[in-house]
């Protein structure tokens, strides 16, 4: 706990604290009620509870601590990070390369198309909200079908344009991917709400480690070792009854 | 002591091979290798143009910092079986340096390449990248197999290896269709974690892309294979006209049967 303090102070200290309107802007976007249809997705997680391999806190916190560090940090936040560099450097070229980079390591069909259903319903209901011609451009080019439009990247240029810091950036995507897991997972398995509190007031912790080692990382380190959640979101596809669209 | 210290000239194996339609059937017409690497020629069974050719590795695997480039290049409407003809070893890094195996393969229009699964054997402290690059015309027939292993299972060797990545990419008309990174370094990472491998030891993977693959039935094959008693067993489809298969399994000889089967399946349908 000593270690972990120290290491978000670490961050603290080279990372630009969000003020309070992008702190609320935020809690905003990451708010499990926002309108973009994070409670549809289980990510594979489903198969799991159906073959009855997530019963307890324990192990919904031992599914999604690996849907974080092996999946959520080698892959969409990395990109989050790179798209956020590429939006303030306003490189179409590199966003262009890292959507599609963004579909490629999604190789789950459900999952793949999760991210860019996610992403067009982001940028349908931020785009009201946002005065960026930067940001207008990209969301022209989706709008021509010329870009998929995946969530991760959207993300990127969004925290960009209102000048939020690319380590909060992540790290509220993580807590909120994480969060949206475990509270479908207390609908689906059930639990109860307590237990569904108690599971991500730890991955939280989890998420402050996790955000500190995407920091670190870059393109190249981009990889998937969550071979179990993939297979479970490829046979998602298949199961019979279907609380979740992936 | 000494003996280990002193420096071992590393091999780097190449192997250019270069397929095109000739009087009816596919050559190899142009090969270039240098040991340990070496193909076999071609071979034809009956009157099937397809050529055969057999990939040897005469060193009996890869020890620290050696090299094996691989490039195959099918030219328009050949056609080309390639078969490993063993398991690919990988020894302990004594020295630390990593192996590195890179295979380039580029499929001209209808043409067809098809890479029987072969499997890897990492190990104890061994360190491997591999790197696959694909790159295929619009209208170019792809089938590829490979198997991982957790090391010398059958000397209780498992996941003893100190790193493993494996990064498999394919490019249809110059965009990245599928980018597949596997990076194992198992001292930091506990494999058989829910939602990683679990219990499983042996990775599988079958990559298709075909003009066809649209007319696949996916639902079909999901639900023929053969798994349970310790194999789980995923097909689903990537962008483009492309299809991934993924298997896990505990036991080796029940996961190269299953994915030889559905393999076998596949190729029968493009």
Sequence with gaps: MKQLNADSNN???????????????????????FPIGT?????????????????????LIAFCSTFLHQNLVYGDAILIQEAH????????????????????????????????????????????????????????????????GHYAILYGIYCAVNDIDAHYSVLSYLFSSVNGLVQNAVRAVPFGQNAGVQAMHQLAEEVVVAAGIVAGLTEV?????????????????????????? | MLASKVARRHHNGVLDMVFEPRRGFTRMPHVFQQPPLKASRELY????????VYVMESSG???????????????????????????????????????????????????????????????????FQMETTIRLEKSATFLWGEIIAPGREMRGEVFDFSSLKSMMKIYVEGELLAFDSLHFVPENLHLNGLGLLEEALYVGSIWLVSEKADEIDLRAIQEA??????????????????VHCRFLGVNQWRLQQEMKRVFSELAALI
Excluded at chain 1, 39 to 50: L, R
């Design chain 1, 85 to 148: 560099k590429a939006a303030e450097n306003r490189d179409p070229n590199r966003l262009l390369h890292l959507e599609n980079l963004c579909g490629a390591i999604k190789l789950a069909k459900e999952s793949r198309d999760a991210s860019v259903n996610l992403g067009r319903q982001f940028i349908r209901t931020i785009s009201p909200l946002v005065e960026d011609a930067f940001f207008d451009e990209w969301k022209n080019r989706i709008n021509a079908n010329e870009i998929k």
């Design chain 2, 45 to 52: 069974e009956g009157n099937d143009p397809t050529a055969t």
């Design chain 1, 11 to 33: 961050l603290s200290n080279t990372a630009a604290i969000p003020t309070d309107i992008q702190f609320l802007r935020l809690l905003q976007i990451h708010d499990s009620a």
């Design chain 2, 61 to 127: 695997g890869m020890v620290a910092g050696d090299r094996n480039d691989i490039s195959i290049r099918l030219l328009p409407g050949s056609k080309a079986r390639i078969i490993q003809q063993s398991a690919l070893k990988v020894y302990k890094s004594h020295t630390g340096e990593t192996c590195v195996q890179s295979i380039d393969v580029e499929v001209a229009e209808k043409a067809r390449l098809d890479w029987m699964p072969e499997v890897i054997i990492p190990f104890a402290d061994s360190k």
């Design chain 1, 39 to 59: 409670y549809t997705q289980s990510y594979g997680m489903e198969t799991y509870i159906q073959e009855d391999a997530i019963r307890t806190k324990d192990e």
């Design chain 2, 225 to 242: 294979m053969k798994v349970g008693d310790g194999l789980r067993a995923g097909i689903t489809r990537l962008s483009g006209n492309a």
């Design chain 1, 221 to 246: 380190d981009i990889s998937n070792n969550a071979l179990g959640v993939e297979l479970a979101s490829m046979k998602h596809e298949y199961l019979f009854s279907r609380l979740f669209i992936s």
